[in-house]
């Protein structure tokens, strides 16, 4: 299986707004002032890694590519976090990492820890929630993410 990451960029930090932002109604309170946070979801390929808002996958084992979530459908973006649902990808290692199968799990993602970089605001955490069966790895729910810098 390859995984790939698909993800959608935007330009300057200033620029950048939710695909399907719309403006705020008396009803619908504004939930993002000023720039959007973005993450990093490609850290396995060469540099520069861009930051992305609303990517269907995202890197978790930018050294090794062993973790990821895909299929990504984001529900919501604001400021301070952004949730959808997808699938959680791992490479299971059985009988070996080069030749063993890749499991896969559905999950509700949370990003959250919003950090400041030269390319704007930045989510600096992923939160997985398993929806049924977990891998049979001891496999954290939580995982920092790389700056962009990176």
Same mark, same amino acid.
């Given at each position: ?17 939710? /695909? ?126 790389? /700056?962009?810098?990176?």
């Amino acid at each position: 299986m390859s995984v790939g990451t698909t993800a959608t960029t935007t330009g300057p930090a200033s620029a950048a707004t939710p /695909p399907s932002a719309s403006p705020p109604s008396a009803s619908q309170p504004s939930l993002v002032r000023g720039p959007v946070p973005r993450v990093l979801a490609d850290c396995v390929s060469a540099p520069p890694h861009r930051l992305s808002v609303r990517p269907a996958s995202i890197a978790l084992a930018c050294a090794d590519n062993g973790w990821g979530v895909e299929s990504v459908t984001w529900t919501g973006w604001m400021a301070s976090a952004a949730m959808g649902q997808g699938t959680f990808w791992e490479k299971l290692c059985q009988p070996n990492c080069a030749s063993g199968k890749i499991g896969t799990y559905p999950v509700l993602v949370t990003l959250s820890v919003v950090k400041t970089s030269s390319q704007g605001p930045w989510f600096s955490r992923l939160t997985v929630t398993w929806r049924a069966t977990q891998p049979p790895n001891p496999t954290p729910d939580s995982f920092p993410l790389m /700056p962009p810098q990176y």
